[in-house]
């Protein structure tokens, strides 16, 4: 049986609840941004690769694999890039992107590749508000950011274009945006609505 499962950064409880409070707030004078970020479920977190995976993957050991293959510091700090509108109708907290991410998603993809099925990409897709990049990371890996194409990025929400639009140009001005992001946690995860931490696999300090 093929799922659809993602390996991510976790930020530290302190900017899990940031991060919470942050899409409310952007959420508060209108539609509410979506799926609802919580601790309980649907975990804000950095998505380092995600797509439909065969049974044959084992959660726990792909991260302890993960992180035998990198020297890991034992927490990631990473710059804010700021509130950023992605078509279509996503609102990202973008993040600076070191090479050691790059890394971390090339290891990742490495162990995951002999699991990845296929057959279960989304060929029926609309493609044309992607990136070159973008459709050539789509057509390899099924996931849209890999390679020359990653944008690392916390997801705060799903809402209409308009909306995005305004809120990745007001937001800045009227909610409070770290200016730094600390991770310290590997996750494997169930993918849920829009591409949410829904369920969560195996956990695994950084360092």
Not at 107 to 127: E, M, N, Q, W
Request: a negative charge; one cysteine or more; charged letters at 20%.
């Amino acid at each position: 049986m093929t799922r659809r499962l993602g390996i991510a950064l976790l930020p530290c409880p302190e900017h899990t609840r940031t991060a919470i409070q942050l899409q409310q707030d952007l959420g508060a004078s209108g539609e509410p941004l979506r799926p609802v970020l919580g601790e309980d479920g649907n975990l804000p977190h950095l998505t380092v690769f995600q797509g439909p995976l065969d049974d044959g993957l084992e959660p726990g050991p792909l991260l302890e694999r993960t992180a035998a293959s990198l020297s890991l510091p034992a927490a990631i700090s990473l710059g804010s890039a700021g509130l950023v509108h992605q078509p279509t109708g996503w609102l990202f907290m973008s993040v600076e992107r070191p090479a050691l991410l790059g890394k971390l998603q090339e290891t990742v993809i490495g162990l995951v590749g002999p699991h990845l099925d296929r057959t279960a990409f989304d060929a029926v897709r609309d493609l044309s508000h992607f990136t070159e990049a973008e459709r050539a990371s789509h057509a390899r890996y099924g996931y849209r950011y890999t390679g020359e194409a990653y944008a690392p990025h916390l997801t705060l929400g799903r809402t209409d274009e308009e909306t995005a639009t305004a809120l990745a140009r007001t937001g800045p001005r009227s909610v409070a945006v770290p200016r730094t992001w600390i991770f310290d946690r590997l996750s494997c995860y169930v993918m849920g609505e829009h591409g949410a931490h829904a369920e969560t696999l195996a956990v695994r300090p950084l360092g």
